[in-house]
Structures are given as C-alpha cells and as structure tokens.
C-alpha cells in the first residue's frame, strides 16, 4: 500500500482566538498559548460534512488527474455525518459521481480515525484486490459544541482532507501499527443524546420526549484525556517503535494528534521527542479531530520534504483509543 496524496479543504467562516475568546468567556492568552490555538474555521450555516470533503476529493482528484470511476473503495472517517441514514461515504460518492461498484463505508472514529483508516484500507485493498481508495475525513464539531463550552470550543475547528491511496503505488509504505482503546474511560470525550440509546426525539404511541440542549452537546473532561494521552501514547510510540525495528532517532519527523499545544509539547517531552520534529498546526486550524494528522503530512508533501523520510503517525482521543504507526517515504 502507498499513500500518495493528501488534498485539504476549509469551511468559509475564519476566527481569530479573540473572536474564540469572545464566544467562550476564556482568556485570549489560555486558547494562543495553552490551547496553541491562533486561528480556526468553522462550518456556514449553508456548509455540510459532505460538501467540505468532496471540496476535498474534488482538489485531489484534479491534481492526480484521477477519473471517478478509477476509484474503487471509498472511506470515510467520521464520527460527526451530517446524517444518521444514509452514511457520508454514499452521499460523498453521489457527489463525486463515482461508480456504483464502489465499496463505500463510514469508519466512526475521531482523532485516531486516520491511523486506523490507513490499517483499514491497506487491510482491504490487500483482502479484495482492489487498487485505488480514497481515504476521506471530516468531523465537523462546530455542529456539537456549545458555544459558551471552553472544553470544546476553544479547542476544536473544522478540516476535511483526502488521500490517494494505491495497492501497488511507491510512494510509501505503510508500518506496523500499534493500537489499543481503554473503554473504561469512554466517558471522558461523549454525547449523552441523539443515538438509539436515548435519541433527541423518541416517538412512541402517545408519548414525544425530546432530550435538553446540554445532552446533545459534546462535552470533553480535559485533565482526563491529557492523562490518558500522557499514560498511554509514549508506550505506544515505543511499542509502535520495537514493532518497526526503529529506535527514536531514526524518526525524521512526528505527526501526532493535534489536542492541544501544551499536550503536544508535554507528550513530546515525556516520549523523547526533540521538539524540532514535532510538527504543528494546530495554530492555523485547531484541533481538526480525524484531519489533523492527514493535514500535518499533506503540508510536508506538498512542499517535498518527505522525500526518502520516515515519519511517525499518532492518533488518540475517542473511545479512548489509540493508533500508531510510521510511513516510510521514497526518495
């Protein structure tokens, strides 16, 4: 399997941490300096999930010159579809026009999504013999988050982004992934309503009940996750690195999850990772969930310094799971 190309696309509306400051009562210095956060773009009113990564898939398939019927499987890492029924992946390959022999399928996961979402399509071009994915991101949590939250909306913005993704490309090979989900503490990142389980309108014979505006909302236990990201990610660098015959240095550089700056910078301190490898984004557009990681390499690719690189991929949060993997780029 080889990751060929990353393409991104953003939302229309831009904020500026004052204008994220003004919404959330937090202080500006806390979302620039703690939160990292400098800027962020968010979902229009007239702006969906779907639209955003066919905007997405549309600017890479221009550039790679790729037709919609070469496209072959189609998956969509979400845990935000802009519907219940049908799933994202069939809206998106309506809108791209792709065949109608397409495997498309939604993977409901966040910000480890990506890593597994590699796993996934390797795992499934190699089982069916399949030869061109499209692996596609969007989690647009403007749409969950109460705006007055400081937990969630001075943290979060929204991204979609596509890769290319070949069974038999030399662009990349994908390594051993190390992956792991601690159930017990599920409770730290959740919605409370609108699934099965209590849904924000239950129909029955004579009875409607609808569920709060808070228990829709997605609510986020900060020192939670950044103790289970201190926990658990350094092992699982370090497993994800004995795993791949690799020891710390022989990393070019590290994309990791982009929770926050200071979870970042702590992270990288706890597992030994120079700081000058670590790379960052989250300044220009948040905590992105799913597309961070993508956007992160999409940046290095464009501009050719993956060349001949090996790169370390991390994602954690939801669930709480984890993924971590390398990709090794071709001179």
Avoid at 124 to 150: H, K, N
Wanted: hydrophobic share 45%; aromatic share 6%; glycine share 10%.
């Amino acid at each position: 399997m080889s990751l060929e190309a990353i393409a991104s696309a953003l939302p229309s509306i831009r904020q500026d941490a004052a204008e994220v400051a003004r919404l959330t009562g937090a202080k500006e210095s806390f979302i620039k300096d703690k939160v990292g956060l400098k800027q962020r773009y968010i979902l229009a009113p007239e702006e969906t999930g779907v639209g955003l990564a066919a905007a997405a898939c549309e600017k890479l398939m221009a550039a790679k010159g790729l037709k919609p019927e070469a496209v072959d499987v189609l998956i969509f890492v979400t845990q935000t579809p802009d519907r219940k029924l049908p799933q994202n992946s069939a809206q998106l390959a309506q809108c791209l026009g792709l065949k109608a022999g397409l495997a498309a399928f939604d993977l409901a996961l966040g910000c480890s999504g990506y890593v597994y979402g590699l796993q996934v399509v390797e795992s499934f071009l190699a089982a069916t013999g399949c030869e061109t994915a499209l692996l596609v991101t969007c989690d647009p949590y403007s749409r969950i988050m109460a705006a007055e939250d400081t937990a969630t909306n001075a943290v979060f913005g929204d991204a979609a982004t596509a890769s290319l993704v070949l069974r038999r490309g030399d662009r990349s090979r994908l390594g051993i992934t190390d992956f792991g989900t601690d159930g017990g503490g599920g409770e730290a990142i959740r919605i409370d309503a609108g699934a099965a389980q209590a849904p924000s309108v239950a129909l029955q014979v004579d009875d409607v009940a609808a569920h709060d505006r808070d228990a829709l909302r997605l609510k986020m236990n900060g020192r939670e996750v950044f103790n289970f990201v201190m926990t658990r990610i350094p092992v699982s660098i370090e497993t994800c690195l004995a795993r791949n015959g690799l020891a710390l240095d022989e990393v070019d550089c590290f994309a990791c999850h982009q929770g926050s700056l200071y979870m970042l910078q702590s992270l990288a301190k706890r597992a030994g990772i120079p700081p000058e490898k670590l790379l960052i984004n989250i300044d220009r557009y948040g905590n992105t969930v799913s597309s961070t990681i993508p956007m992160l390499l999409e940046a290095q690719m464009a501009n050719g310094s993956m060349a001949g690189k090996t790169v370390l991929v991390s994602g954690f949060g939801v669930g709480l799971s984890w993924a971590t993997s390398v990709i090794r780029f071709g001179s």
